[in-house]
């Protein structure tokens, strides 16, 4: 079982940025994506961005532009920068993880970290 831990929200003036981390940790894992969702008040869970093995990335289109995803391979942590911030991109950010062990495929979703955006 990979655990993950995520860090970096807060609260933030529009326009401004702020950046999110998330570390993976456990034993006998690769990983093979890493990816942030968001989930706002009353809404439904959204994808935000990927980041594969190999680091190709994947963007919604509401943030193409705006956000970038990283991952550092060494420490099993992966990044969202955040410019430009919007009211509308207040909400919840859920790190999702892919990964296998034991020759299985699992994914693991991190506890979300606030993020509220002020207009």
């Known amino acids: 079982q990979v655990q993950l831990v995520e860090s970096g929200g807060g609260l933030v003036q529009a326009g401004g940025s702020l950046r999110l981390a998330c570390a993976a940790s456990g034993s006998r894992f690769s990983i093979d994506a890493m990816a942030w969702y968001r989930q706002a008040p009353g809404k439904q869970r959204e994808y935000v961005a990927r980041i594969i093995n190999g680091d190709s990335t994947n963007y919604a289109d509401f943030v193409k532009g705006r956000f970038t995803i990283s991952r550092d391979n060494a420490k099993n942590t992966v990044f969202l920068q955040m410019n430009s911030l919007k009211p509308e991109d207040t909400g919840v950010y859920y790190c999702?993880?892919?990964?296998?062990?034991?020759?299985?495929?699992?994914?693991?979703w991190g506890q979300g970290t606030q993020v509220t955006v002020s207009s």
């Open positions: 999702n993880v892919g990964y296998y062990s034991s020759s299985r495929y699992f994914t693991s």
